[in-house]
């Protein structure tokens, strides 16, 4: 799909819900009547937006994608970057103890209802605070404050568990930073930034910093912990 759209359009055509997201931990499934960890919690929904118009709204939990379970952020990305703008999707919500289902049709980024919201994303505005604080700092975590992001070293269990030599260790993804507006999860190795390997945090560190001299966006490489890379690509633009 991205293929035929740089051929027919010049660019890739994304549709966007016209949401702001973050992940369902087990504090927040139990507050939100959830039987298990699940879905996606919509923070905000953007008046006018896609979601909105289709009866989507704040405090929602997203279970499902054209009936595709979505249980972490970059999952609901990944989904919804499927389709393009004017496309339909039958959305599955979690509201107030029961499902529903919402078709949206999505918007794209040139629309009208959305070009204030991406000039107000891109003036770095102040995070909110995270909703579940982390109970005390874990020892060793450098903090990326830019960045939003705390990364270590692996110890050998960790080494065992994602089967890698090198890479380090994300602690945890603040929410509404640059990385988890990105879709960065945390509990994930991160191998590579860009295209120069991450074998410690020194090389994490430096490898960010030049990025965000040169670069427009930094793409991380990440190893999950079912074996599987994912990537992720965050704005260097705001980060300075």
Do not use: C
């Amino acid at each position: 799909r991205v293929v035929t759209d740089i051929i027919e359009h010049g660019e890739v055509q994304r549709g966007f819900l016209g949401v702001t997201i973050q992940e369902v931990d087990a504090r927040a499934a139990r507050r939100l009547g959830l039987g298990q960890i699940q879905g996606v919690f919509l923070e905000n929904v953007r008046r006018d937006g896609a979601a909105y118009r289709a009866g989507l709204r704040k405090g929602d939990v997203v279970l499902s994608i054209q009936g595709h379970g979505v249980n972490a952020p970059n999952e609901l990305q990944s989904a919804v970057a499927r389709f393009r703008p004017g496309e339909d999707l039958d959305v599955e919500v979690w509201r107030r103890g029961s499902r529903r289902h919402f078709a949206v049709q999505l918007m794209g980024r040139d629309d009208p209802a959305y070009r204030e919201w991406f000039s107000e994303l891109r003036r770095d505005p102040a995070p909110p605070a995270p909703e579940v604080l982390p109970e005390a700092p874990e020892l060793g975590v450098f903090e990326l404050e830019e960045w939003g992001l705390g990364v270590r070293a692996l110890n050998r269990s960790e080494r065992d568990a994602f089967e890698v030599e090198g890479g380090v260790y994300v602690a945890y993804v603040e929410n509404g930073s640059l990385a988890s507006r990105a879709g960065l999860p945390r509990d994930v190795v991160m191998t590579h930034v860009g295209s120069r390997v991450v074998d410690s945090v020194e090389d994490a560190l430096a490898a960010l910093a030049r990025a965000a001299e040169v670069e427009d966006a930094v793409l991380l490489r990440i190893r999950r912990r079912d074996g599987l890379a994912a990537f992720y690509e965050i704005e260097v633009l705001e980060a300075q």
